[in-house]
């Protein structure tokens, strides 16, 4: 009973730990969040796409070898384009805030009165002993300015350079198992396009939209 | 020094303008994970469509197929994201209370177990930013828990639904062999 008793207890001090770094890191940053949750995101409809393959009866194991390294690599694409991008822009608008570059009338008046030199540099941060109302302004404002930065970079990450990568990837892929095919079968059929169906079973037709989807990735955003 | 250089780029600027501020103040008050998985299913039924519909590597019957699997996927992820994340947070929103929240009434809220189940400690009001966008962060975390098993209970059928609902409005496939 005590260890049970100790070990709820040190669960209940760690979820204390987990919400308090969760206050403390995204209170004041919630642009910082929308990068973090949406990476997380990625990962979690990621790792449910591998392991709906992983638990598929139906899947054969020689396809299953093919399709896990695929899902990670689409998921790479995903979760990397998704990062670097959406980071990029969140950390850009930050940056135009602390370093005094884009300022509202109120903050500006601070900066002049507090004689802050270095306006512009990305060493500068203009927050630094700032307190009281205009703390809470300058809060407000850095951080309206980081959601509208990361909502424009997950926009260009997600809709736009994720799109178009997946479907050269999945271009690519297509084109490469059809070499390889028709380098298998060349004797009996030269100028046939082939798809795989099952492994080791190959049907003439034209590519489909069940080949596509294989490898256009089926990664669903969540 | 690059970095510096693109900051050096951009002039500086105080926005006088009023309607413009008060609108940044709005966004940082308003929009949060649910509001921006909104703003990314319309901006993506903008132009992930009319990319998969410019896919010159893959045959019509594909690319249409394509285009409607697409449309079909950003409403069904659009529909269950939005929902679920609201619907989470606004859980969280209830089960951390602090000792200085209030009831509509303006009453203190008496403090149990199960309201303050997600209370950081290190909290002070319940009316701060930085306390919503707690609140958020942490419903947003649950969300994408919950979202992991609606992606295949819901998202994936219907996703499956629509596109095929999807391809007959638009006429059907030319040649169905590719089935």
């Avoid at chain 1, 900066?111 to 270095?118: H, L, R, W």
């Avoid at chain 2, 177990?113 to 930085?130: K, V």
Wanted: include cysteine; charged fraction near 20%.
């Amino acid at each position: 009973m005590t260890i049970l008793n100790n070990m709820a207890d040190l669960a209940s001090q760690k979820f204390m730990t987990f919400k308090n770094y969760l206050y403390k890191n995204y209170g004041e940053s919630p642009g910082k969040m929308l990068v973090h949750t949406g990476v997380l995101g990625w990962i979690l409809s990621s790792a449910a796409q591998v392991f709906a393959i992983v638990i598929n009866d139906k899947i054969p194991a020689k396809e299953k070898m093919f399709l896990i390294p695929q899902e990670f690599a689409d998921a790479a694409v995903n979760i990397l384009s998704f990062y670097v991008v959406t980071n990029s822009f969140t950390s850009v608008g930050n940056k135009l805030v602390k370093s005094g570059k884009l300022l509202t009338p109120k903050l500006k008046k601070y900066v002049d009165e507090k004689q802050i030199k270095d306006i512009g540099k990305i060493t500068t941060d203009i927050s630094s002993g700032m307190t009281g109302e205009v703390r809470d302004e300058f809060m407000k404002f850095k951080g309206g300015v980081s959601i509208i930065f990361s909502t424009l970079g997950s926009i260009l990450s997600c809709n736009i350079i994720t799109p178009l990568l997946r479907n050269q990837y999945a271009a690519k892929k297509q084109k490469e198992i059809m070499a390889m095919n028709e380098k298998k079968d060349a004797p009996q059929k030269p100028d046939t396009q082939k798809t795989l169906q099952k492994p080791n079973d190959f049907v003439y037709k034209p590519l489909s939209m069940s080949d596509y989807i294989k490898y256009s990735g089926s990664n669903m955003r969540i | 020094m690059a970095r510096q250089a693109f900051y050096d780029v951009i002039p500086n600027k105080v926005i006088e303008s009023e309607k413009l501020r008060r609108g940044i103040a709005w966004v940082n008050k308003e929009i949060s994970t649910p509001e921006n998985r909104l703003i990314l299913g319309a901006t993506a039924l903008m132009s992930q469509p009319f990319i998969d519909g410019h896919n010159k590597s893959v045959d019509e019957n594909t690319r249409k197929v394509s285009v409607c699997r697409t449309i079909a996927k950003i409403v069904a992820g659009t529909f269950t994201g939005y929902f679920i994340r609201k619907g989470c947070i606004k859980a969280i929103d209830k089960w951390s209370k602090l000792p200085t929240s209030v009831n509509k009434a303006g009453q203190k809220i008496k403090l149990n177990r199960l309201n303050t189940l997600f209370s950081p400690s290190n909290a002070i009001s319940d009316l701060s930013d930085a306390f919503m966008q707690y609140k958020n962060a942490l419903g947003t975390i649950v969300a994408l828990g919950v979202m992991t098993i609606t992606n295949f209970l819901i998202d994936a059928p219907l996703t499956k639904y629509l596109t095929n609902k999807f391809v007959a409005a638009s006429g059907g496939l030319k040649h169905d062999n590719s089935k």
